[in-house]
């Protein structure tokens, strides 16, 4: 039996992968630190380890007791707009931890490192973005993710170790953390509903996202190290259709059946359209169908509504105040 480490496996898209991992055969190791997840989202055929991969001893440790054929590193900081002003905190999670696996992945001959990066490495005026264009990333996330990406394809060129990147956006449906304030706008739009909220938009919510539902982006990634077409390549996944912020309001409100006001708040510094193009993925990995928005939403907002409305405590650690939200202050 081939055994995976999944890092991030209590997080949302980590969890899913380890649910197909599981369904494809393979042995799963779980590491998480519950910062952003929840350990009753890991399938209970996994092992569960609970830390960080910023513990350099401890990743050490689990790579030579369990001997890892694939690693699938889920597990990040994936809050985009926040990572301007929480860089140490970025990029110590999600660069220095990645190190941390990728010296060990090296050093324990894993045969293929799955990485799930983002279209945040792309940055602005790239649109529909495509693999082939050069990251001009234009956020602190975006910038560890991409640096991610360039470390694996020089350890590659130097050590031999083979990987695969993933590049997803804006992920949403089931076992999404709904609490979070600064990322995940479905999510968030749900938990407000629920609480009774207005919903918050930044600017004027025309701002164009292709919303991708989960069970169109984990299978993939799952399955990804049993295509040797996909070895050491790049690949956008996810839905092909954009829409606006202020449209996604309208569907969330539509599937939860819950009204609401918008409430506008001032535009923040972010991508104002992002959305890819994803010919790659469907040649290597067959794809032919997508998810249509309204059926994946409905399929999320059943689940959000069995586990209720959700509160997170707000990030601890800011690191420069000056021209963050107040909306994220309260």
């Given at each position: ?27 799963v ?11 009753d989202?890991i399938?209970p ?22 001997k ?21 905190f ?7 931890g ?30 529909p ?11 602190s ?17 130097m ?17 999404q953390?709904?609490?979070d ?6 999510g ?31 299978p ?36 939860m ?11 923040r ?8 193009d994803?010919?790659?993925a ?6 032919d169908?997508?998810t249509?928005l ?14 209720g ?22």
């Amino acid at each position: 039996m081939r055994t995976s480490l999944v890092t991030g496996g209590a997080g949302f898209i980590g969890a899913h992968v380890v649910n197909s991992l599981i369904e494809n055969g393979h042995n799963v190791i779980v590491i998480d630190d519950l910062s952003g997840g929840f350990e009753d989202n890991i399938n209970p055929k996994a092992k569960f380890i609970k830390g960080c991969i910023t513990e350099s001893k401890l990743i050490a440790e689990i790579f030579q007791q369990y001997k890892f054929d694939y690693v699938y590193h889920l597990a990040a900081y994936a809050a985009e707009g926040l990572s301007h002003f929480i860089k140490r905190f970025n990029y110590n999670h999600n660069l220095i931890g990645s190190i941390n696996l990728i010296n060990e992945s090296v050093k324990n001959e894993v045969k293929c490192f799955v990485f799930t990066s983002s279209i945040a490495v792309y940055g602005s005026n790239q649109v529909p973005m495509r693999e082939d264009l050069i990251p001009e990333p234009e956020d602190s996330y975006g910038i560890s993710k991409y640096a991610v990406e360039m470390e694996l394809k020089v350890t590659h060129e130097m050590f031999g170790l083979d990987y695969i990147v993933f590049r997803p956006h804006n992920v949403y449906g089931e076992y999404q953390n709904i609490g979070d304030k600064y990322r995940n706008v479905v999510g968030i739009f749900m938990n407000q509903l629920m609480e009774g909220n207005k919903l918050s938009v930044f600017g004027d919510g025309e701002q164009t996202r292709a919303f991708s539902y989960i069970g169109d982006v984990a299978p993939y990634i799952a399955k990804s190290v049993d295509i040797p077409d996909a070895y050491n390549e790049v690949f956008n996944i996810g839905a092909d259709q954009e829409f606006t912020v202020k449209k996604l309001a309208s569907e969330v409100m539509k599937v939860m059946a819950m009204e609401n006001e918008l409430l506008f708040l001032e535009p923040r510094n972010e991508v104002k359209h992002a959305y890819s193009d994803h010919s790659k993925a469907k040649k290597v990995f067959k794809i032919d169908h997508f998810t249509p928005l309204d059926e994946g939403l409905a399929k999320m907002a059943n689940w959000a509504k069995q586990v209720g409305a959700r509160k997170t405590k707000p990030f601890a650690n800011i690191e420069i105040l000056k021209n963050l939200p107040e909306f994220w202050l309260k």
